[in-house]
């Protein structure tokens, strides 16, 4: 059974750093291209970042491209997200998402809860 | 990357059709057949529901379907049941290599 558990989320201050981790199991993790899709509270999905499965190409939302980063350690079967000089409007559940090549997203973790606030 | 339009709202009675419509551009939606959708119940991670504009993964009911027409994608729901109320977002590939969502259709069985 494929499964995806995010961690690392919690309260951080404006300007800030935080690291979330995202743990695979169940399947093949290096075979996937793998996501980062957030939603702040009340309000709609947004894509965040995408990597390949060997982590030779990386994209972005411009709203995050220059602070965030997104990896992946395909031996430790782990997806990552770096956020740096986080804003308020960085407030949101952040989930993990496996891609199904260009398709689409076929399996996804439960979501951490960042929150960017003094 | 602005979000696609969808409606903000749907509504229909048990057994009914409905469909939501996903609005986009050149360069997202009508650009590429890589337009998939997702429904979300309040507190749950999004499930994935149609890929590759009209393609159902397994063990998604036949009772959901998509279309595109240009630069707008559809989703339909026949035969509404009252577990098909929750929230439903479009996504396309864009020309920049980027995805992006709709933003989002409440559905609301009467």
């Known amino acids: 059974e494929v499964q995806l558990v995010e961690s690392g989320g919690g309260l951080v201050q404006p300007g800030g750093s935080l690291r979330l981790s995202c743990a695979a199991s169940?399947?093949?993790?290096?075979?996937?291209?793998m996501t980062w899709v957030r939603q702040a509270p009340g309000k709609g999905l947004e894509w965040v970042a995408n990597i390949k499965q060997d982590g030779s190409e990386k994209y972005y939302v411009d709203s995050v491209r220059g602070r965030f980063t997104i990896s992946r350690d395909n031996a430790k079967n782990s997806l990552y997200l770096q956020m740096n000089s986080l804003r308020a409007e960085d407030t949101a559940v952040y989930y993990c998402a496996r891609a199904v090549a260009a398709a689409g997203l076929d399996y996804w973790g439960q979501g951490t809860l960042v929150t960017v606030s003094s | 990357q602005s979000a696609l339009t969808q409606p903000a709202s749907v509504s229909g009675s048990p057994g009914q059709s409905i469909t939501i419509s996903c609005t986009g551009t050149?360069?997202?939606?009508?650009?590429?057949?890589?337009v998939s959708w997702y429904q979300q119940h309040p507190g749950k991670a999004p499930k994935f529901m149609i890929y590759?504009?009209?393609k159902r993964p397994s063990g998604v009911s036949n009772r959901f379907s998509g279309s595109k027409s240009g630069n707008t994608a559809s989703l339909t729901i026949s035969g509404l049941q009252a577990e098909d109320e929750a929230d439903y977002y479009c996504s396309s590939y864009t020309s920049s290599s980027t995805y992006v969502f709709g933003t989002g259709t409440k559905v609301t069985v009467l």
């Open positions: 169940g399947y093949t993790f290096s075979n996937n291209w």
């Open positions: 590759d504009v009209s």
């Open positions: 050149s360069s997202d939606v009508g650009g590429y057949n890589y």
